[in-house]
C-alpha cells in the first residue's frame, strides 16, 4: 500500500510532468537567434556548393522562378504528391522497401538544388523590389535571399507557408530538370528587367539553361553589338 505522504504527492509529480518547460524571454530569443543564424549560414553554404557545382542548373532555376513562379509551384505540388504515392506504394512490399531508403537519401540531397534555387531567386525578387537589381550578381542574391529565408522561419504560420511555396516552386524546378534531362527553356536575363523581345538572349537556344550569371550580361553585350 502506498503511504499517505507518498499519495499526496502523486498529483504534484504527474502535474510537473506534463507541464512543458517554460522559458524566459533571453531564452526565447536566444533560441530564436541561434535558429535564424544556423539557418541562414546553411542556406548560403548550399547555395554556394550548388551554383559552384552546377551553375548553369542554378542560373536557368532562377529564371524560371522568376518568370513562372505559378508554373513552377504547381510542379512542386505535384511533384510531392506524386512521389509520397510512389514511396507508400514501394513501402508496402519487400523489395520497394530496398528501394525507398536510398532513393529518400537521393531526394533529400537534390532537394538542396531545388532550396538553392528558391533561396537565391528569393533575393533577387527582394532586390529588384528595393532597386539594387543585379548590379553584384548572384552572390549578393543568395546572401539576402538565405537571410530572407531564414527570417520567415521567425514568423508563425505565414513564414512557414511562404517557405513551403518556395521550397515547392524550386522543387517544381528540379522535378522538370531531372525528367527531362537538362532545362531547356531560355527567358534571357530577367535581372535586366524582364524577357527580352527575342523571348531569349540575343538568338542563343537553350541547351540547359543560362551559363554562369555573369555570361548573361556578355551575350546581352554582344547581342546589340
Do not use: C, K
Amino acid at each position: 500500500m502506498v503511504p499517505t505522504q507518498v499519495a499526496a504527492l502523486l498529483p504534484r509529480v504527474v502535474a510537473a510532468i506534463d507541464l512543458p518547460p517554460q522559458w524566459t524571454g533571453v531564452e526565447l530569443a536566444g533560441s530564436a537567434a541561434v535558429s535564424f543564424v544556423a539557418t541562414a549560414v546553411g542556406v548560403t553554404l548550399v547555395g554556394v556548393i550548388v551554383s559552384a557545382v552546377a551553375p548553369d542548373f542554378t542560373d536557368s532555376g532562377v529564371e524560371y522562378l522568376r518568370a513562372d513562379p505559378g508554373e513552377a509551384f504547381v510542379y512542386g505540388v505535384v511533384a510531392y504528391v506524386a512521389i509520397a504515392v510512389a514511396m507508400f506504394l514501394l513501402a508496402i512490399t519487400v523489395i520497394g522497401l530496398i528501394v525507398v531508403v536510398p532513393a529518400i537519401l537521393v531526394l533529400a540531397v537534390l532537394s538542396f538544388g531545388g532550396t538553392a534555387v528558391s533561396a537565391i531567386a528569393l533575393g533577387t525578387w527582394i532586390r529588384s523590389m528595393l532597386g539594387t537589381g543585379a548590379a553584384n550578381g548572384r552572390g549578393a542574391d543568395l546572401v539576402v535571399g538565405a537571410v530572407a529565408w531564414a527570417g520567415l522561419g521567425l514568423v508563425p504560420v505565414l513564414g512557414g507557408l511562404v517557405r513551403f511555396v518556395g521550397g515547392a516552386m524550386g522543387f517544381g524546378y528540379l522535378a522538370l530538370w531531372v525528367a527531362n534531362g537538362r532545362f531547356d527553356r531560355d527567358y534571357g536575363s530577367v535581372d535586366a528587367g524582364g524577357r527580352d523581345g527575342h523571348g531569349g538572349r540575343g538568338g542563343t537556344g537553350g541547351t540547359g539553361g543560362a551559363a554562369a550569371h555573369g555570361s548573361l550580361s556578355e551575350d546581352g553585350d554582344d547581342a546589340g553589338s
